[in-house]
């Protein structure tokens, strides 16, 4: 992943950072569980300071959009270049959403701190892209990270038309 500037979501997911089904648990267990699929993922320079930084950032305010989905996010030091992960659970998770309901897709993103104006305009990018209601069923629906992955680039080929 290259901070080339480009707004792409799909090129920031790869197969070993996308996951379906995924046992759900506490907002805790599930949060720590879509940052652990950075492990090992191009940019990161340091795990357990991203953990530490998107933990810190949900304290301020849950990240629980609504919709079934939320937008965990930072700007650290501990990445090199905009990273991010996407999973869907099993059932859904409390998880102080803004409409009160479950979470069940999680989409992380994790950004340079000297990359503000990109970070916000990604999850602007992310925002619309996850407010159609079909593209959300369809993820819900995913039965593979793989066919996941495939919703995200014909989506991210739509909104860039």
Do not use: W, Y
Not at 45 to 70: C, K, N, P, W, Y
Not at 125 to 137: G, H, K, T
């Amino acid at each position: 992943m290259s901070s080339n500037g480009s707004l792409s979501i799909a090129h920031l997911l790869t197969p070993e950072t996308v996951r379906v089904k995924m046992p759900g648990g506490t907002k805790d267990d599930v949060l720590n569980a879509v940052i652990d699929l950075l492990e090992g993922a191009d940019g990161v320079i340091d795990l357990a300071q991203v953990r530490h930084d998107v933990f810190a950032r949900e304290r301020q305010m849950s990240t629980g959009v609504g919709m079934g989905l939320a937008l965990p996010h930072a700007r650290t030091a501990a990445v090199a270049d905009t990273v991010a992960a996407f999973a869907t659970t099993a059932d859904g998770v409390a998880f102080a959403a803004h409409d009160g309901q479950p979470v069940s897709m999680i989409f992380l993103l994790v950004g340079p701190e000297g990359e503000r104006g990109r970070h916000i305009r990604l999850l602007g990018r992310i925002s619309r892209l996850m407010n159609r209601d079909e593209f959300r069923q369809r993820l819900l629906a995913a039965a593979t990270s793989a066919e996941a992955l495939t919703l995200f680039r014909d989506a991210d080929a739509e909104l860039a038309a």
